[in-house]
Each structure stands twice: as C-alpha cells, then as structure tokens.
C-alpha cells in the first residue's frame, strides 16, 4: 500500500515552511508527512525551497509544485497574462471566475495566458527542484485545475516545459467509505460535500485528456473532510479508503492542511479575504496535530 500523506500551500512564509516540516520524520521533525507542494509565486519560494533540502534527515517527502493562480503574483510577465490580473498586477480571478470565463468569448485567449502562468510556475520549481523534471508531482490551490479550461493549459504547460508527469492530483474523492462510517458524518461541512460533487463532476469532463489517471494519480481523500482530517485517521474510516485503493490498485493521497499561520501580513495573499480565515484557522493546529499523534497509524500503511 502507497500512503501519500501530502499538505498543500507549502511556502507562504519561512516560517509556516518550518512548521509544515516539524511534521516530517524526513526533513527532522515528527509525524506522518511525507508529501508536500509548494507555492512556486511564492515571494519566499527560493528561501523555502532550500529548507526542504537543508533540513533532510532521512526518507525525504516527496515534493510537488502547488499551482496557483488565485493568490499573490504571476511568475510570467504581467503583460502576457492580463486575463488572469487587475491593474495592480495581482491575481483577480476565483474558482468561480474561472469556471465562467471557461465559457466566455475569450476561452481560447484564457486558455493560452493560463498555460504561459503554468509554464512559468513549473520552470521556477524546477530551477530549484530540477531533478523533478523526469518525475513531476502536480496539484493546484483550491484544485482549480479541475476546471477543464484549466486542466488542459496544465497539460500542455507540461509539454511546454518537458516534464514528465509522475503524479498529478485527481481530486474526485470517493464518498462510499463516508456513508459506511456513519461515525463521521456530523463532522461533514455541507459545502465540503458541495465541493467534492462539483470536483467529480469536473473530472467527467477532464478523463478523456489524461487516460494515464490510474498510473499517475492516487485515490484521494481530502475535501469531504477538508479542516477536519484529524477524524479520517480514526481506524475504520481510514481501512475503508485503504481498501478501496486496494482494490482499485492505486495508493491513498491524505490532503492536511497543517501549515498555519498567526495573521496575514499582505506579501503574498490579502488580508480581509476567505484566504486569510483559511490560512489562520484553528483547523489547520488540529490537522498538525494529528499528523504527529496518528504518525503510527499512517506510517503502518
């Protein structure tokens, strides 16, 4: 069994970048992390990257590039992206945006300036990463590669930068061993379920431009329980999805989110926005937490 026990939005900070590593037995802390992507528009991503490679004890996790573009900066020029920024140069789109621009007159236009972002992003991961080239790890924030306009400009930004993908996220997560565990279900956010219907029926629409999914990608657990994974590592729900891997003959990826921080300072995301009461929520010390109290369960797998 191949558990990817992964945390995303690696690298805002230097010190949230420490913090996500104290959970790491491979980089000198403790728990069950062995998997992370990091934020390559980050302004701190060269410093962060380093801690990565500075700090390997051991078994060193796995690291993955964390694409973005709702948050902070571009990489590629501003002028070769004016579809995906406001005035100030700042990311300005949302999930949503996203979705609608994907029908809009200027598709085509959104599709060519997202996969020049992208190839941007992944060629500054790999200029400090570069042995990732042959075996790239692929995610997105808030997975809005999902979005099908999105999800081919992150293909072909693959292409564009001669990368050989090794693992890229599909999110469409399996709600069977939710309903077999009835334990759980008061801990189900509504709009975590919302999430995770709209990720699946996104991926209907995404399978025919990525046959490799059963090779490439691992059976995924993250949104349902999103804020609250502390619960998917009590022993019968976990059993649950490490069967259905199993049987399926694919590994588990486990999405925490343990790297907090104490308030939004403005270098890369806004204050006063739905990303600083993510970034700051108590969720994220219960999802850390776990992660060194359940180290044992994890690591059996």
């Given at each position: 069994m191949?558990?990817?026990?992964?945390?995303?939005?690696?690298?805002i900070?230097?010190?949230?970048?420490r913090s996500?590593?104290?959970?790491?037995?491979?980089c000198g802390?403790?728990?069950?992390?062995?998997?992370?992507?990091?934020f390559?528009?980050?302004?701190?991503?060269?410093?962060?990257a380093?801690?990565v490679?500075s700090?390997?004890?051991?078994?060193a996790p796995?690291?993955?590039?964390h694409l973005?573009?709702?948050?902070g900066?571009p990489?590629?020029?501003?002028?070769t992206?004016?579809?995906l920024?406001?005035a100030?140069?700042?990311f300005k789109l949302?999930?949503?945006d996203l979705?609608?621009a994907?029908?809009?007159?200027?598709?085509k236009?959104l599709?060519?300036?997202l996969?020049?972002?992208l190839?941007?992003?992944?060629?500054?991961?790999?200029?400090?990463?570069?042995e990732?080239?042959?075996?790239?790890?692929?995610?997105s924030?808030?997975?809005?590669h999902?979005?099908p306009?999105a999800?081919?400009?992150?293909?072909d930004?693959?292409?564009?930068c001669?990368a050989?993908?090794?693992?890229?996220?599909?999110?469409?997560?399996?709600?069977?061993p939710y309903?077999?565990?009835?334990?759980i279900?008061?801990f189900?956010r509504p709009i975590?379920?919302?999430k995770?219907l709209?990720?699946?029926?996104?991926w209907q629409?995404d399978k025919r431009?990525f046959?490799?999914?059963p090779e490439?990608s691992?059976?995924?657990?993250?949104?349902?329980?999103s804020?609250?994974?502390?619960?998917v590592?009590?022993k019968?729900l976990?059993?649950r999805?490490?069967?259905?891997?199993e049987?399926?003959?694919?590994g588990?990826e486990?999405l925490?989110h343990p790297?907090?921080l104490?308030?939004v300072d403005?270098?890369f995301?806004?204050p006063?926005?739905e990303?600083e009461?993510?970034?700051?929520?108590?969720?994220?010390?219960?999802?850390?937490?776990?992660?060194?109290?359940?180290?044992?369960?994890?690591?059996?797998?």
């Open positions: 191949r558990l990817i026990v992964h945390a995303d939005d690696y690298g900070t230097p010190d949230q970048a996500m590593l104290s959970r790491c037995t491979g802390g403790q728990g069950a992390l062995n998997s992370i992507s990091a390559a528009n980050s302004p701190c991503f060269s410093e962060c380093q801690l490679k700090n390997q004890t051991g078994q796995k690291v993955g590039i973005n573009i709702f948050e900066r990489v590629a020029d501003v002028g992206v004016p579809l920024v406001d100030e140069g700042v949302h999930f949503a979705v609608k994907s029908f809009s007159p200027s598709r236009t599709g060519m300036q996969a020049t972002e190839s941007a992003q992944i060629e500054r991961f790999l200029a400090a990463f570069p990732c080239r042959d075996r790239l790890r692929i995610d924030h808030q997975h809005f999902m979005v306009l999800f081919a400009a992150v293909l930004a693959a292409v564009c001669e050989r993908i090794e693992h890229l996220r599909i999110p469409a997560e399996p709600l069977s309903l077999a565990t009835p334990a279900w008061r189900v975590n379920l919302v995770a709209t990720l699946k029926a996104l629409r431009l046959p490799e999914a490439k691992a059976l995924f657990a993250g949104v349902v329980m804020g609250r994974m502390h619960h590592c009590t019968s976990l059993e999805l490490v069967k259905k891997a049987r399926e003959g694919r588990l486990l925490f790297g907090g104490d308030q403005g270098s995301c806004k006063a926005t990303f009461a993510f970034y700051c929520s108590k969720d994220r010390t219960r999802e850390a937490e776990a992660l060194s109290a359940y180290e044992g369960l994890l690591s059996s797998w």
